[in-house]
């Protein structure tokens, strides 16, 4: 069955630090994965897609197919980062129009 | 541009009544519609999802329902809540499956007491 995982409920670092927030997918076939983010009292929505390749707010993820992952990477936290994440994945143009998410993960970001 | 309306924002509702959330996009055709509750500590369950007229997939079984009247309208309903049916509820939308960003109403805390 597919599946996300986000191991980590809540991940707390300094301003500064590097952040690394972790995802792990179980898909047999191609899949399209997501961050998405959701700020204190704002609506879900998307941070970055694996298939863009691109850095938002400094932000990065790299899809790794022998490990099955999609880990979240920024190498100095902010403040303004602090927030929930949630890793998504999705099935392809063949899809039946599936979206599933992870847990979330709480990130704290402390001055 | 896009918007999506959901509504109510907060609902308290009593055990076995009913219940009718409504969900509305404006300014696409024939999106892709999906329901989602959000839990602390479980994340984001998707309850339904919808990519047509008519054509409803349910992910959980469970107390609830969903429907799709028209093109741009996703209700989720239940003929008699329980008090697990408590929580807050998300509606969602996007364009083409698999490529496209979804784009998430404001959602509805529902509590059953």
């Known amino acids: 069955a597919q599946r996300v995982t986000q191991p980590e409920k809540l991940l707390s670092v300094f301003k500064g630090a590097p952040v690394e927030l972790k995802c792990n997918y179980s898909?047999?076939?191609?899949?399209?994965l997501f961050w998405y983010v959701q700020y204190s009292r704002q609506r879900l929505q998307l941070l970055l897609r694996h298939i863009s390749r691109e850095s938002i707010k400094g932000f990065t993820a790299d899809l790794n197919k022998g490990e099955t992952s999609f880990h979240l990477k920024k190498p100095f936290a902010q403040e303004e980062d602090s927030a929930m994440y949630y890793c998504a994945l999705s099935f392809g143009s063949s899809n039946t129009g599936k979206l599933i998410f992870g847990q979330g993960t709480t990130l704290q970001v402390k001055p | 541009s896009q918007t999506i309306h959901q509504w109510p924002a907060t609902l308290v509702q009593p055990v076995g009544s009913p219940l009718s959330l409504e969900c509305t996009v404006e300014g696409t055709s024939n999106p892709n519609l999906y329901w989602y509750r959000q839990a602390a500590g479980r994340g984001l369950q998707l309850l339904f999802y919808s990519v047509g007229i008519g054509q409803i997939s349910s992910e959980v079984p469970q107390n609830l329902s969903a429907s799709r009247p028209q093109d741009r309208q996703f209700i989720l309903s239940s003929k008699k809540l329980l008090l697990s049916d408590s929580g807050f509820y998300l509606c969602?939308?996007?364009?083409?499956?698999?490529?496209?960003?979804?784009?998430f109403g404001q959602g509805t805390r529902l509590t059953v007491v």
């Open positions: 969602a939308w996007s364009a083409i499956p698999g490529f496209s960003e979804a784009f």
């Open positions: 898909y047999s076939g191609s899949p399209e």
